[in-house]
């Protein structure tokens, strides 16, 4: 948003200082300014001249030598445009003189004859035929006879050129400020000065609105509020100089007087209008609807577009005259023969806009202020002004009447003004009375303790807003420093946090280094690791950056493997990574967001084995203090059918771990074997923060077993484990596998397991009988449910 300081002084008429100041204290409040500029500063020594007399140049047919007085003195000056002529008035840059882009002007001779400067054309003075209607843009600037009083003065102060422009960066919460009222009103504040506000006044011809249009609105969910009036008997003709110069201090081309209208009356109020030619519209009755899915609309630029029927459109009976919010119709376009038109000033929903000119690729100025969410309440006084400005210029006649539909009018939103918990949030000690002068003089009433918002406050909303706007009027800089409140200060990291920094602390004291890589992967990831169809639904990017990044992946184990492999390649011998990763489970309704657990993965190759992997995974679980069982697997095709296991803890699934399938291997570029476990962290932490309990050292001395089976070579040795403590009951302290046998004498298919059995109790020493009574309880149990008996 681009400000003129001399259309500020209009609001706060006692403002008295430079744009650099200004700059630094509207950005201390608030209102962040990217910078400024000084308009006409680069034009020096060039005043308003008339030419009293003209020859031709004795060493040149083309040349002319003109006489220009320039107030206190006549200077000649050499040209060799072609439409001048004598009594004409010219902007005659007298030597030594500066125009725009650095262009230096001195006295020297043109073929022998003297020049003492340069007379000068719009473009010279980087201007343009819109600034200047009229003027030639292949010769001098001839101007016109009201500046016939004015010959020797600065051509910047008679052209109305010598303005600051003042560029601020408005943030989306204050749509408010994208207007010349909105910033007076915050500099009123900033310097305490009061804001003169102009209450538009219409006198109106007479006739009736309703002889001329209707206003139906078909989706009052898109548009809230939509007032219009109608001009007749319009005469397009260029604006005047002021309203030209404020419109270009301001960033915006003049055009003509009625479009000129409606771009000041954005730009002074922040609210977008539209004018319509009322001849083109068919019927009397403007209907606000929603687009039918594939209607053809041709904007004002001629460009075709195709809607669908999430877009707002403004209609006639027949037919879309104008896109909402973004831009009008090239079928209800303003002519020069237009004679009437219809101002419209409505109010849609900011977010159906933004995406409807995003679809289209259309962003305008106008769009730009409708999806930040514009004041509802301010459509009235705008349409006013531009009624008023058409009076003002001549431009037409306003007929009497207004049409308004508001079917919710807004319910202003009300706070409680809560002194001390403000200033405990701040940190100041302000008393209510200053609190409410601050706020008064934003315009927001404060009755009995309770603030009205203004309508066009949207962004205040709870205690921390209001806060927000005490304190930066107030001064950031006048809050006093002060030690940090240890009570009100206990940082920490939560449970999560700390079992995740100890993980990660864990496993680089194991030696192992930690990886982050991409969450968007290529579909065929899923390949290279033969993920089952069934499996490979993911979440797809709209817009992805190639196909190698265009969905969200499912499972981590790709992205170790990719990393593994790149080691590899680079013939590192060892490779021990793992990484905390987030996957995302597509929900089965498209429409929600996926879930998004964490996961952990391991991976390793070259000095290790199954059983390194293994012993990693049970520190893992050991530092969330559970007991993990294992279980062979054989139908996950990532791994090795032979050397997969399951874990689960009280029968919920816990991870996978393994060595890498041979053919999954292959396909990353593998030539030895490599490990990889696959975490569900959620379900780890779920297990974690238990109450660890420590036991005493035993008292009583310990009794083993060992026992001898012959089973089939398929059995897990984790199975007997299991079965034989849970026969064992309490006196079980522990189980151990401490052999293995496979061999002739045992049998194809058969191996031989030696496990022993400590038992003890902790009040008394076990007598004989106690352990054999228990070794018979396990024998029993181990028969009946595995089928296998002692080694004979």
């Not at 877009?311 to 104008?322: E, F, G, P, S, Y």
């Not at 008064?440 to 209001?466: A, H, W, Y």
Request: glycine share 8%; with cysteine.
């Amino acid at each position: 948003m681009n400000l003129s300081m001399k259309w500020l002084a209009e609001f706060v008429p006692e403002l008295n200082t430079d744009a650099k100041n200004y700059s630094n204290l509207l950005t201390d409040t608030g209102s962040k300014v990217e910078g400024y500029e000084l308009l006409g500063d680069d034009i020096k020594n060039v005043v308003v001249g008339k030419i009293e007399k003209m020859t031709r140049h004795e060493n040149s047919d083309h040349l002319w030598v003109c006489q220009v007085n320039i107030g206190d003195k006549t200077v000649q000056i050499v040209t060799g445009a072609q439409n001048v002529f004598e009594g004409a008035l010219v902007p005659a840059a007298v030597a030594p003189a500066d125009l725009p882009n650095g262009v230096k002007i001195k006295a020297g001779k043109l073929r022998g004859v003297e020049s003492n400067g340069m007379l000068c054309s719009i473009g010279e003075l980087n201007l343009t035929e819109h600034d200047m209607p009229g003027a030639n843009n292949d010769g001098i600037l001839i101007l016109g006879e009201e500046f016939a009083d004015k010959v020797g003065e600065d051509i910047c102060k008679a052209l109305m050129l010598n303005d600051t422009s003042v560029e601020f960066e408005i943030t989306s919460n204050r749509p408010d400020c994208l207007s010349m009222i909105g910033l007076a009103r915050e500099s009123a504040v900033t310097f305490g000065l009061p804001l003169v506000l102009h209450t538009p006044e219409v006198k109106g011809s007479g006739d009736s609105i309703n002889n001329y249009i209707s206003v139906r609105n078909d989706a009052p969910d898109l548009c809230f509020r939509y007032s219009a009036r109608v001009v007749k008997n319009i005469k397009i003709e260029p604006s005047p100089m002021w309203l030209r110069r404020r419109l270009r201090a301001c960033g915006v081309r003049p055009i003509n007087n009625i479009v000129d209208i409606t771009n000041y009356v954005m730009l002074e109020y922040g609210q977008p209008m539209h004018a319509f030619n009322h001849a083109c519209l068919d019927g009397s009755e403007i209907i606000v609807r929603r687009a039918a899915e594939g209607e053809s609309f041709k904007s004002l630029d001629d460009i075709d577009h195709t809607l669908d029927n999430s877009m707002l459109v403004i209609a006639d009976k027949t037919r879309a005259v104008a896109l909402a919010g973004v831009m009008g119709g090239a079928n209800s376009e303003i002519t020069d023969d237009t004679k009437t038109v219809v101002f419209e000033s409505a109010n849609f929903l900011g977010t159906n806009v933004r995406v409807t000119a995003k679809k289209l690729g259309m962003r305008t100025e106008s769009s730009a202020r409708f999806e930040k969410g514009l004041d509802p309440e301010n459509t009235m006084p705008a349409l006013a002004r531009a009624c008023e400005l058409v009076e003002m210029l001549g431009a037409g006649e306003v007929v009497d009447g207004v049409i308004d539909v508001y079917p919710t009018p807004a319910v202003p939103v009300k706070l409680p003004l809560e002194v001390d918990r403000i200033n405990a949030f701040l940190g100041t000690s302000l008393s209510e009375e200053y609190m409410t002068e601050i706020l008064t003089k934003l315009e927001c009433k404060v009755e009995n303790g309770i603030i009205t918002v203004p309508s066009f406050r949207s962004d205040l909303n709870c205690m921390q807003d209001i806060a927000e706007e005490i304190i930066r009027i107030y001064g950031y800089n006048k809050i006093e420093s002060t030690y940090i409140n240890a009570a009100m200060t206990r940082g920490g990291r939560t449970a999560r946090q700390t079992f995740e920094h100890d993980l990660t602390t864990s496993m680089r004291a194991i030696g192992f280094d930690e990886i982050q890589t991409f969450s968007f992967i290529s579909p065929k990831y899923y390949e290279k690791i033969n993920l089952p169809e069934e499996k490979r639904r993911s979440v797809v990017i709209s817009n992805p950056l190639g196909e190698d990044t265009s969905v969200m992946r499912t499972t981590a184990l790709p992205s170790m493997l990719e990393i593994l492999a790149r080691n590899a390649s680079f013939n590192n011998a060892n490779a021990k990574l793992w990484e905390l990763a987030k996957i995302y489970i597509p929900n089965e309704n498209a429409d929600e967001l996926p879930d998004e657990p964490k996961c952990m993965t391991v991976g390793m190759y070259g000095d290790c084995d199954f059983y390194s992997l293994k012993a990693v995974c049970e520190k893992i679980f050991a530092l969330a203090g559970v007991v993990a069982e294992y279980e062979a697997c054989t139908d996950n095709a990532a791994y090795h059918p032979g050397r997969c296991a399951n874990v689960t803890v009280k029968g919920k699934a816990l991870a996978t771990l393994g060595q890498i399938h041979p053919t999954v291997a292959a396909n990353y570029g593998f030539s030895t074997s490599v490990f990889c476990a696959e975490i569900d962290l959620e379900a780890l932490f779920s297990f974690a923060g238990g109450v660890t309990e420590y036991k005493p050292l035993p008292k009583f001395p310990a009794s083993t077993r060992d026992f001898s089976f012959v089973c089939d070579d398929a059995l897990e040795v984790g199975r007997i484990e299991k079965i034989m403590k849970k026969a064992g009951g309490k006196l079980t302290e522990n189980i151990e596998l401490f052999d293995i046998y496979r061999g002739s004498q045992i049998g194809d298919g058969k191996k031989s397991v030696s496990m022993r059995a400590t038992l003890r109790a902790a009040d008394r020493t076990l007598t004989v009988e106690e352990v054999d009574k228990v070794s018979q309880k396990i024998l029993r149990a181990l028969e009946t449910e595995l089928g296998i008996t002692l080694r004979s």
